[in-house]
């Protein structure tokens, strides 16, 4: 039986006996069923509190006019670094959406990033902070003719178990939801996935694998691409289907061995706010090689970024990649209206 379901059996007693000692259980307990609303799962949250810590407060806030809502629980003890536990801002509002999105990718659109597994509608960016996006039915939609969303993130601290598998995630899709119905989203319910999965971090090195076993991938394209295979390519896939964006990230060669290391990276972004990703990029001459399509109703983009004299790969064999990764994206999104920019 867990802590906390034992300590809500046996509180009254207990405090009766020494209360003193089992105050900061049943602290945590009244924490963490009252936090955000009560849409924290219990179990996730003991298995994700770090040893010899407590949860300490948690705080909600929820503003109608603008389409938000925020909340978040803190810990202490002698080893925690970070005393956020969880934290989440959910967003209705486009221009609020946008800017979450541009503060994620501040080095042009080429940040760190990693899949949510079961292809949730997400990803994971910068310190392992997890997004997801949905459309909202009851909220129809804006001036411009396009489908309200509600964007979530949710962070966890970094002293947080995030290494336990499944937790992470079902803290997510559990707030998404609520967010969901607290702010009148309608969006149809999120499951968390079935497999327990820990949570990635896309500022580790990524886990590549042979050109061959990214097929059923997001990267599947890259399987055809026509890689010398003497040059020993692998894939990074950084990519699912449901996801606002995503990447591929290819190399070739061993760093450690001294040999120079060869990257392309294959990104796309969803929604009419990758058109500043893409501005930004021509304004500092970093890209060459780009595509736009139209997906949903909003703008589409996809770019490629490499180092410099690749062997075995010219120009030609650039822009032959790109083209094969966009179609390939629009094809599987029923996007239309693809333009190559080279």
């Given at each position: ?99 979450e999105f541009m503060g994620l990718f501040p080095e042009a659109g080429f940040s760190a990033q990693a899949p949510l597994p079961d292809g949730m509608p997400g990803f994971i960016g910068q310190y392992r902070t997890i997004q997801l ?45 609520s967010a969901s119905e607290k702010l009148g989203c309608g969006a149809e319910p999120l499951e968390a996935p079935k497999r327990d999965v820990a949570l990635a971090d896309p500022e580790e090195d990524p886990k590549t694998v042979p ?99 690749i062997p075995g790969v010219d120009e030609a064999a650039k822009q032959r990649m790109l083209k094969r990764f966009a179609e390939d994206e629009v094809s599987r999104r029923g996007c239309s209206g693809l333009r190559f920019s080279f």
């Open positions: 039986m867990r802590r906390w379901i034992k300590v809500s059996v046996a509180a009254v007693v207990v405090l009766g006996v020494g209360g003193y000692v089992a105050a900061p259980y049943v602290q945590d307990w009244r924490l963490a069923r009252n936090a955000c609303g009560g849409a924290l799962p219990r179990d996730a949250v003991e298995r994700l509190t770090p040893a010899d810590s407590r949860l300490t407060s948690e705080e909600s806030r929820q503003i109608d006019g603008l389409g938000s809502y925020r909340c978040s629980l803190t810990l202490e003890g002698d080893e925690v670094r970070d005393k956020r536990f969880v934290e989440m801002a959910a967003y209705t509002r486009r221009e609020d959406q946008d800017r996006l949905l459309d909202c039915p009851d909220l129809g939609k804006d001036d411009e003719g396009r489908q309200r969303k509600l964007l979530v993130n949710t962070w966890l601290g970094r002293d947080v178990n995030t290494g336990v598998p499944g937790a992470a995630y079902r803290t997510a899709v559990a707030l998404t939801n050109l061959l076993d990214a097929k059923d991938t997001a990267c599947e394209w890259v399987t055809g691409a026509g890689l010398s295979e003497s040059a020993d390519w692998r894939v990074a896939v950084g990519a699912n289907h449901s996801a606002p964006t995503g990447r591929c990230d290819l190399s070739s060669g061993d760093e450690e061995s001294g040999e120079k290391v060869s990257r392309m990276v294959f990104v796309s972004w969803y929604g009419d706010w990758s058109n500043r990703l893409t501005a930004t990029n021509n304004q500092y001459e970093r890209l060459s090689l780009t595509a736009t399509a139209r997906c949903d109703g909003e703008a589409a983009n996809y770019a490629l970024d490499t180092s410099d004299d």
